[in-house]
């Protein structure tokens, strides 16, 4: 429960404060329901309801059964809703950065999906603190033989102190970087002068995309390729980026279709929008294709020991199939399923591959994280911690952000773009 | 200044005209005025004398053989090699302006596309001849094609090289057509204002008879689409298929998994800094400054930026897993560069491609036209000097200390490198004199009396 | 030639003589063509079109152009492009010319993904452009608007519309009323064409005919090198190539006093693995008698007894045959030549060849015996022996009775 309550005190009580004074003129102005409303409240209720028993009984389970295959499948689900959340923050300052305007109507639900930063810091701690306790059941190089020479050089970088200061690091950045987009972007609902705060968010978008490359590097790094401490690639950091974005854009066209079927944001989010979201999907499904490839043929091609026991891990037993699986779910079909655009216009058949490719991005962590257990078959006995890891995420993920929704307008109504936004068309 | 009276006339439209019309009358009369400005001349002149160099390094290396170049063991891949992958680079930006800012929805590409695909084009060619000459047998390569042959053999398809073959030959081609199919209204509209009638048989019939006719206009912009949408992945295939003559490699410095989208980005930063080398001297002689103005100039040097960041990146990431690999080999590989005899074109690199572009922070430097014309220079000394670090550094200190050694470049590598410049010049002259250097068509349709009373949905 | 017959064409523009090819509006700006679209759209015309210097937004609408089928053409080409990939690196480096390259598998797909991608990509942009210049009928040199001087600014600043009179909808008044509520600049009429010829320039004709005949010369040269024999030696283009700067094999080298270029290993040393004391395994002696054992590195195992089977039918079985009976495809060709020089193999089934000792068969086998070379440079030594121990099976194969077979398995043999 206190996972579920702790980020949204940060986020949407004192901002939720100061636009509910005046409410409804600007909503009628707008000539579109922009608010969210009592679905908020029943989104952080019940799915945040849900979610924390989900994530409540995951731990339970975890506290009973062997650690290793718990924290596993802990960090699976949290790599997955991480990326989700990084996708969201990437996506806002990108906005900013290129002063896009097609997404100006979008950019408010962006901003509230990247609300989630702090709770992303909480989630991480069932990862972060048996970690910082010394136990190895996790990462290996936790407990490091000082005879190991490989780890022994590896050290200054691999022990618990630098792994603490390098996840302050990441996650106070991240929530500072969202908290700002989001509280100036709620201040230009109120300002007099829209295309100042533009500019100044402009500003800080272009040091905050970099920072947000290193951290998101690193973090991914940290995270998930020193599950392996022996292993290494220069392109992890693109791989989990890529498949941020995607998933993250799946999951934004989600949260648009749910939003207008409760009757928000009906008119000013169209087709048109739609079709955009489903270019990205589109695009970096091709991305992570691209990405993925690169580091696995690589590997493949040169054949050193020292890289290719990692894919050999994967090419191994059961992880063969999943492997293919991989190839086939999250690139080939998708790829020709998203190829056309009255696939990408339309919102059922765009809503079926937004749920697929979250699906198989999923089987993405799963297949950068189980392999470490060493083992050819497929961890499928773990199937319940996997399950309630992932909705107990889920659930407060949609929670967080719909506290953070609930007293905020869906549109940044002042920004001087917002016309273009509302109003353009695709080729 | 003299120069810039030469062409000023031409800069205003006849009375009376509308935007459309000044819009083709700027442009068409860079080919149709009967002298070009004396600037163009110089330029020719100079790149006419360059390319026979060129022209006579290659009769020598024919004549004698490779061993005229400095390659030679540790290092076979020497200067050839870092030209034939710097060119490919600058060839990207010409693509990548014409089609990822077209699916972008970016209208300011408008103004530069067309010559930056020239200049792709160009940077292919010139990028082309290096492999072949690199083979020494001149006579031998049509090898690297699936020709059916006497000797029954076929091309090795696992090989990179290979790989290579189709790469570059595949964007070389799709560019063309791109660039020809994007040029078809306006040689139209060159062949329809011609007076005399060998141009306006030359112009027609490349103009294909083009007339403008909506129910045409339509199969054409989805043609330009699907094209634009089909180059952008290509764009990114090719250099990664460069990048993988090297990251399929044991070679410590070359064998590095973010080769492939480094490379890319590397070719994007330097491709654009071409193109901002050749807008700014290109606007100021031909009278365009209209068409390309500093707000174009401003967001090529934001896109500089930030690709120089994403080189920036993956430098930053080959020394973290140079280290953190643990590898001995990687780790001297790494530390060579930053302190080993070939420490200078390290920093050289780093100054010109990480260091310079800062100043593009600075709106008061992103609008000056010296400084944006100056930094696309260094940049395009910087990405020389990168393809220099990953080939010669690499190779010169391979596994075994036995065989190192130290590649020193003869007179003849400088006499192709400059030639090569030569051959990239001329043909980029001779398009600025007989083509639309400017996407006519493209440009008219997004000046705002385009939309004037137009339904808008 | 041209101006002759540019002048004719203006005449009989003038003079009216052709028939109508259609009525031509003229607009300023982009708003004015829209609506004068729509109308004749909602009028029902089919042979119409509109022209402008660019692609002008809303006027599919307005004039109710269909989406065109060439993204299929493109898909179609791409898939075409992937087949064509797929089926020529397979053909070419998985079947017609196998050869190992980098340690990888023939038939490697992650090597062979690259030009996938890139013979996709190249064959849909073929589609792309060649399908749309078909669709539109390109190239296409002439046509009656031309004949009109005002179109040429269909492509700078003009904007046209342009009915057909061979639409069924067409008549001369009313669409001529029609186009004139939508208050053209100008409206004009079209004649037909009928003054351009249809033929190509003669010049261009002559100069086509000479290229056509010039291009098969280098042909000609080919199929003539091909089938003429020459005694020239062949060209050498590039010299030092050719005569390289080096010491080949059996070259006399001044350097060294015995003037040998292949230097003799230094007395007293041994080169890393050269080093063969185990007289048994190196030379089949046991305290310098023929050994009548195998050495006891190799062991009569299953694996060794295949391995041996498979280098025997490789090295031994061309002469010696399969079973050993001296009848190999070599010798078998010899006999047929009836080549009075050839001495046939050993048959290896003759008692004094099953008595002799292994270690001596090994000898005969590493050194040579009679006529057969010795195999001690192309057959490793482990393999010789193991050839051997093939071999004793199969002399051991002709000397058997009922009892060595296993009793569960005689029944099958009856």
Redesign the interface.
């Known amino acids: 429960m206190a996972d579920e309550k702790k980020p949204t005190k940060g986020d949407g009580d004192k901002e939720g404060k100061e636009p509910s004074k005046k409410p409804a003129p600007e909503q009628d102005d707008f000539g579109d329901n922009i608010r969210l409303g009592a679905a908020a409240d029943n989104v952080v209720k019940i799915t945040g309801g849900i979610g924390a028993v989900s994530l409540l009984a995951c731990l339970g389970l975890g506290f009973t059964g062997d650690t290793k295959r718990f924290l596993l499948s802990y960090l699976t689900a949290y790599a997955w809703i991480l990326s989700i959340a990084i996708g969201a923050l990437w996506w806002v300052t990108l906005q900013h950065l290129v002063n896009a305007k097609w997404s100006i109507v979008l950019r408010r639900v962006g901003e509230l999906m990247a609300q989630t930063m702090p709770l992303m810091a909480i989630l991480a701690l069932p990862i972060i603190i048996p970690t910082a306790m010394g136990n190895d059941a996790l990462y290996s190089w936790v407990q490091h033989d000082p005879t190991d020479h490989m780890m022994h050089h590896k050290a200054p970088y691999l022990n618990v102190t630098s792994f603490l200061v390098r996840c302050v690091i990441y996650f106070g950045f991240w929530a500072v970087l969202s908290r700002y987009f989001f509280k100036t972007s709620l201040a230009q609902d109120q300002s007099k002068e829209p295309q100042a705060l533009n500019g100044k968010m402009q500003a800080v978008s272009a040091p905050g995309m970099i920072f947000l490359a290193l951290t998101l590097t690193f973090a991914a790094i940290d995270f998930l390729m020193t599950l392996e401490p022996a292993w290494f690639s220069t392109i992890f950091g693109v791989y989990y980026f890529a498949g941020a974005v995607v998933s993250f854009h799946s999951m934004f066209a989600l949260i648009l279709m749910w939003l207008q079927k409760q009757g928000a944001l009906k008119k000013s989010v169209t087709t048109e929008h739609y079709h955009d979201l489903g270019k990205m999907m589109f695009a970096f499904t091709v991305f992570w294709a691209y990405i993925g490839f690169s580091q696995f043929m690589l590997i493949w091609y040169a054949n050193i020991p020292e890289e290719t026991f990692w894919y050999k891990l994967r090419f191994a037993g059961d992880w063969k199939v999943l492997s293919a699986v991989l190839l086939v779910g999250n690139f080939v079909l998708p790829f020709f399923g998203l190829l056309s655009r009255h696939i990408k216009r339309n919102r059922k058949t765009l809503g079926f591959w937004a749920v697929w490719i979250l699906v198989v991005h999923y089987l993405d962590m799963y297949w950068l994280v189980k392999p470490v257990l060493h083992e050819d078959k497929l961890p499928t006995g773990d199937i319940l911690l996997d399950v309630t890891a992932v909705v107990g995420m889920l659930g407060l993920f949609f929670a967080a952000a719909a506290m953070a929704a609930k007293k905020v307008r869906l549109v940044p109504v002042k920004d001087p773009r917002l016309p273009k936004s509302l109003a353009f068309e695709n080729f | 200044m003299a120069v810039l009276s030469d062409v000023n006339p031409f800069i205003e439209p006849p009375k009376g005209?509308?935007e459309?019309?000044r819009i083709?009358h700027n442009v068409s009369r860079v080919t149709e005025t009967p002298r070009p400005p004396r600037a163009w001349y110089i330029a020719f002149g100079i790149a006419l004398s360059l390319l026979g160099l060129f022209g006579a390094s290659i009769a020598w290396l024919?004549?004698?053989?490779i061993?005229i170049w400095g390659n030679t063991s540790p290092t076979f891949w020497g200067f050839p090699i870092v030209n034939f992958v710097f060119w490919v680079g600058i060839g990207h930006a010409g693509t990548l302006i014409s089609a990822i800012l077209y699916?972008l929805?970016q209208t300011w590409r408008t103004a530069i596309n067309r010559f930056a695909e020239a200049m792709t084009i160009f940077a292919v060619v010139c990028a082309a001849v290096f492999p072949g000459l690199h083979v020494?047998?001149p006579?031998l390569p049509y090898w690297m094609f699936?020709i059916p042959n006497a000797m029954?053999?076929?091309?090795?398809?696992?090989?990179?090289l290979?790989?290579d073959v189709?790469?570059v030959?595949?964007y070389a081609?799709?560019s063309v057509?791109?660039w020809?199919?994007g040029m078809i209204?306006d040689l139209?509209?060159f062949?329809?204002?011609s007076t005399s009638?060998i141009r306006r048989a030359i112009y027609?019939a490349f103009a294909?008879?083009?007339?403008?006719?909506?129910?045409?206009?339509?199969?054409?912009?989805?043609?330009y689409?699907?094209?634009a949408a089909?180059?952008t992945?290509?764009v990114?295939?090719v250099h990664?298929?460069v990048s993988?003559d090297f990251?399929?490699?044991?070679i410590p410095g070359w064998?590095?998994?973010?080769?492939?989208?480094y490379f890319v980005a590397g070719a994007i930063f330097g491709g654009f800094a071409m193109v901002v080398t050749l807008a700014v001297p290109a606007r100021q002689f031909f009278g365009l400054k209209r068409i390309i103005t500093i707000r174009h100039l401003e967001l090529m040097a934001k896109i500089i930026l930030a690709t120089g960041?994403m080189v920036g990146?993956?430098y930053g990431?080959?020394f973290f897993?140079a280290w953190?690999?643990?590898?001995m080999y990687e780790n001297y590989a790494f530390v060579n560069r930053l302190f080993g005899n070939y420490s200078w074109s390290y920093w050289t690199m780093i100054a010109c491609n990480v260091i310079s572009p800062q100043v593009f922070?600075f709106k008061k430097m992103r609008t000056n036209v010296w400084v944006i014309f100056i930094v696309g220079v260094i940049v395009n000394i910087g990405m020389w000097f990168e393809r220099f670090v990953i080939i010669v550094t690499s190779m010169a200190r391979d596994f075994l200390p036995s065989s190192w050694g130290y590649l020193v470049p003869t007179p003849w590598d400088y006499a192709t490198l400059a030639g090569s410049f030569g051959l990239f010049f001329t043909l980029f002259l001779l398009f600025c004199r007989y083509l639309p250097m400017v996407a006519?068509?493209?440009v008219?349709?997004f000046v705002p009396?385009?939309?004037?009373?137009?339904?808008?949905? | 030639m041209a101006k002759p017959k540019h002048n004719d064409s203006h005449e009989s523009e003038e003079a009216g003589e052709a028939p109508l090819h259609g009525l031509l509006a003229e607009y300023d700006t982009t708003g004015d063509l829209i609506a004068a679209s729509k109308k004749v759209r909602d009028a029902g015309f089919e042979k119409w079109d509109t022209f402008t210097p660019f692609p002008v937004h809303g006027i599919d609408g307005a004039m109710g152009i269909k989406m065109t089928k060439l993204p299929w053409i493109v898909l179609a080409m791409g898939l075409t492009g992937l087949t064509i990939a797929i089926s020529l690196q397979w053909w070419t480096n998985a079947v017609d010319y196998k050869f190992i390259s980098s340690g990888k598998p023939f038939w490697s797909i992650p090597a062979n993904v690259p030009i996938f991608f890139e013979l996709t990509v190249l064959l849909s942009a073929f589609g792309a452009l060649f399908g749309m210049l078909a669709l539109n009928n390109l190239p296409q040199p002439a046509h009656p608007l031309d004949l009109k001087k005002r179109f040429a600014r269909a492509t700078d600043d003009k904007f046209f519309l342009l009915i057909q009179a061979a639409d069924t909808r067409f008549d001369e008044t009313e669409t001529r009323a029609l186009l004139e509520s939508t208050h053209p600049t100008v409206l004009d009429e079209v004649p037909e064409d009928r003054t351009t010829s249809n033929k190509l320039p003669s010049g261009l004709v002559y100069a086509l005919i000479v290229l056509g005949v010039a291009a098969l010369v280098p042909f000609a040269f080919i199929a003539k090198a091909r089938a003429a024999k020459s005694d020239a030696p062949r060209i050498h283009a590039m010299g030092d190539m050719d005569w390289q700067l080096k010491y080949q094999a059996q070259q006399e080298n001044t350097i060294f006093a015995d003037g040998r270029q292949e230097r003799p290993d230094v007395p007293g040393t041994v080169a890393v693995g050269e080093l063969r004391e185990d007289e048994h395994l190196y030379q089949g002696k046991e305290n310098g008698v023929w050994a009548r054992t195998f050495p006891p590195a190799i062991e009569p195992t299953a694996e060794n007894m295949t391995r041996g089977k498979e280098r025997f039918g490789i090295y031994c079985a061309p002469c010696h045959g399969m079973s050993g009976n001296g009848d190999g495809a070599v010798a078998t060709r010899a006999m047929g030549l009836a080549e009075g020089t050839w001495i046939p193999p050993t048959n290896l089934h003759q008692d004094y060849l099953r008595f002799m000792p292994v270690g001596q068969i090994f000898d005969s086998v590493t050194h040579g015996v009679r006529n057969m070379a010795g195999y001690g440079q192309l057959v490793p030594t482990e393999d010789r022996w193991k050839i051997i121990m093939y071999v004793r099976a199969l002399q051991r194969s002709r000397q058997t009775s009922i009892a060595d077979v296993p009793e569960a398995d005689r029944a099958s043999l009856k």
């Open positions: 005209e509308n459309f019309a083709t024919f004549w004698t053989g061993g699916l929805r020494g047998r006579w699936p029954n053999m076929w091309p090795q398809f696992r090989s990179p290979e790989w189709f790469a030959g595949t081609t799709v057509l791109f020809y199919m209204p139209a509209t062949r329809d204002r009638t027609g294909m008879g083009w007339r403008g006719s909506s129910r045409q206009w339509h199969r054409y912009e989805r043609a689409l699907i094209l089909l180059a992945p290509l990114l295939s990664s298929v993988f990251a399929t490699a044991q064998h590095t998994t973010i080769f492939p989208p960041m990146y993956a990431m080959e897993i953190y690999s643990g590898a922070w006519m068509a493209e008219k349709a009396s385009a939309h004037a009373g137009g339904d808008h949905h």
